[in-house]
């Protein structure tokens, strides 16, 4: 662990917090992050393309930086990589359609606020148009200014899910969403020769056949390992960009609480965390507290998924890459909403890929795992008072208060919650809250952890000390000791035993009558001296 010295030449700057206008950052004195370069590189490599990236990931900053390099704003780009990487003499028409604002509760709403947009570009290019369909209009503002400009036209789409997102909880609505959307962009197709440059950019990627049906040259590169960071800031724009904001904060707490967002190639932060982390100066789930993903956790509960598979789930590339209203897997729908991310890209010898995901990091896993508790019975009181005392209970070592805490822990799930929610039947129940509940922590875990004796269910590093953890549950409510002998069995303290830390072995024994912990063993090794 390092922190950062300070330097008497760095000179700090604004921070560019909730600002998307490249020209406000440029002609401000705010920090800037240059990704004209990567911009002016997929211009080059071809004509349309989609992306998909979480919320709050600088992806409408890259949108308008497209805009200004369309429209041969260059003295913006003074100093900058796209400098002496563009065309200035060539200017295109833009038409920007931002779906980022407000909330859109049906296909009428939805409508009015196309043709707004609509009507808003073409003001803006100087055309009138006279076809009063959606699909028309669109297909006559794109031909116009065309004409009008004597340039082939560029479409920016920002956000173009978002109408479709805000609705999942009602899939009517959200399918007249999805209806109307693929109405307007359908255009793209037909109009193909009129444009120059197509970017379509959201947190979602709907299958083709559900809203882009026939636009098969729309290359999507939200996987593509050239392009993992187009969007977000790299470790080097964090230690160069960023340098007068590092000294007093910890270089590696920085990297373990917001780094990590990977898409098979440059791992990147966050910006919305790194932003508010240098002005508040202390470390915070700001993302995560942007959005309440109800949605998310209700699935997640609904489909049983158990809990300490989430930093280990796999997917494929057609698995990962869309989703529909009538079928949302909750892989997809937690890989590209930004709570797990790409750890291994892995080419069979078939040639299909597959993708292990896991935690971006701490942040996510730690705030994933507490609203999860809610959902699998745990009361958040309940869930905050055990968390304390867990904690310290960890830190001192301390085995009568460890399986007090988690005693407690179980014991606070109402018997109503078993009585009506068919969760109760789950296999992976005490499982997923006993993961649940230490990930909450934010604590260095390790699910599955291997040795070459086997897999332990659970490592914990804390404190300076290693936790072993193997659980099982009981059909009655009668301990058998199977847990602490299987540690001892499997020899799964040897990995450890070397590390110069106590390692504390923690056998746990739930029956399936009591429900809660009948069986609590423990064992601690003592540390083998090494030279």
Known sequence: MNTVEASSALVRRQLPIGIQNLREIREGDYYYVDKSGWAADLVGAGKAFFLSRPRRFGKSLLVDTFQELFEANAPLFKGLA??????????HPVIRLDFSEGMLRGRAELDERIRDLLDDNASALGVQCQRQSIHGRFAELIRQAHDRHGATVVVLVDEYDKPILDNLETPAIAREMRDGLRNLYSVLKSTDPHLKFVFLTGVSKFSKVSLFSGLNNLRDITLDARW?????YTDDDVDTVFAPELPGLNREEIRRWYNGYNWGGTSVYNPFDVLLLFDRREFHPYWFETGTPTFLVDLLAREAVFSPRLDRMCGDLE?????????????????????????????????????????????????????????YGVPRQVALASRMALLGALKSADAVAIRAGLHALFAGIPSDWYRSNPLAG??????????????????????EDATNHGRIDLTLRFAGRIFIFEFKVLDGDRPDGSALAQIRAKGYADKYRSHGQPVHLIGIEFGRVARNLVGFETETLNAIATE
Request: aromatic share 12%; glycine share 8%.
């Open 319 to 375: 698995l990962l890459s869309t989703f529909d209203v009538e079928h949302i897997a909750p892989e997809a729908l937690l890989f590209q909403a930004g709570y797990l991310t790409v750890h291994e890209k892995q080419v069979l010898d078939n040639g299909d890929t597959v993708y292990t995901l896991g935690y971006p990091n701490r942040e996510v896993e730690s705030c994933l795992n507490r609203v999860l508790l809610p959902a």
């Open 82 to 91: 796209a400098e002496h990487r563009w065309n200035w003499t060539q200017r």
């Open 426 to 447: 789950f296999e992976g129940h005490y499982a997923s809250v006993f993961y649940s509940h230490l990930a909450g922590l934010g604590l260095d875990l390790r699910v």
């Open 228 to 232: 993992s960071a187009l969007c977000g």
